[in-house]
């Protein structure tokens, strides 16, 4: 069964500052994995994704996420976080051999000035 | 270029009632995805559809029946509203390997 787990459920930052938002996941199969963001009162917006190839993969906004496969991680990162990062990130899994695509938690990103 | 496209925006039900959520894609997708959203359990699947007059269960589709008549249009039906089922209700769609593209969700609440 897929499953994805966002450890943390917010995650603080200053301005300026390289942000982590960690998403771990369990796939039988090759995973493809995303990660999406979403603003108040309206849906999910996709960000980025890995499917094969390098494992760094940029995205938009600046964001970008390493795929390490002994790690089962597809944690994503940013160099300098703004302020307008501040939203709430899905990390979401899915295979080959299957349609559904499955959401962690959510990870509530504050950037302050 | 209106993307995914929810109807009703907000809706208020007693327990008991039923009630029928659309979802239209303009984007010719073939998947049609139903998910909900409640707060600390991120984004849960209920139905999905692979195209035109299919549709498959997901993580949670007690209490919920879907319909995939047209290509377009993917419905999601309360037959008897229930508390529980209070929740942001989002449709998704995309078509091959792209990523799902979202609509701007239905916000229910019953009472």
């Known amino acids: 069964a897929q499953s994805v787990a966002q450890p943390e459920d917010q995650v603080n930052v200053a301005e300026g500052n390289p942000l982590t938002v960690k998403c771990t996941y369990s796939v039988s199969g090759n995973p493809y994995l995303f990660w999406y963001v979403q603003y108040p009162n309206r849906g999910l917006q996709f960000l980025l994704k890995y499917i094969t190839g390098d494992n760094l993969v940029k995205g938009s906004y600046g964001f970008e996420a390493e795929f390490n496969k002994s790690q089962t991680s597809f944690h994503l990162k940013k160099p300098s976080a703004l302020v307008s990062d501040s939203a709430l990130y899905f990390c979401a899994v899915s295979s080959y051999n299957t349609d559904k695509l499955i959401f962690g938690t959510g990870t509530r990103l504050q950037v302050f000035p | 270029n209106a993307g995914v496209t929810q109807t009703p925006k907000f809706r208020v039900l007693k327990t008991g009632q039923s009630m029928t959520l659309l979802c239209a894609q303009d984007m010719n997708h073939e998947y049609m995805y139903w998910y909900r959203q409640d707060p600390g359990m991120g984004l849960r699947l209920i139905h999905y559809?692979?195209?035109?007059?299919?549709?498959a269960k997901g993580e949670v589709p007690d209490g919920y029946n879907v319909s995939r008549l047209k290509k377009q249009n993917f419905l999601l039906g309360l037959e008897s509203a229930a508390p529980s089922q209070t929740s942001v209700y989002f449709c998704?769609?995309?078509?091959?390997?792209?990523?799902?593209?979202f609509g701007n969700g239905t916000r229910l609440t019953v009472t």
């Open positions: 998704a769609s995309r078509g091959g390997a792209s990523p799902l593209h």
């Open positions: 559809s692979v195209g035109e007059g299919t549709t």
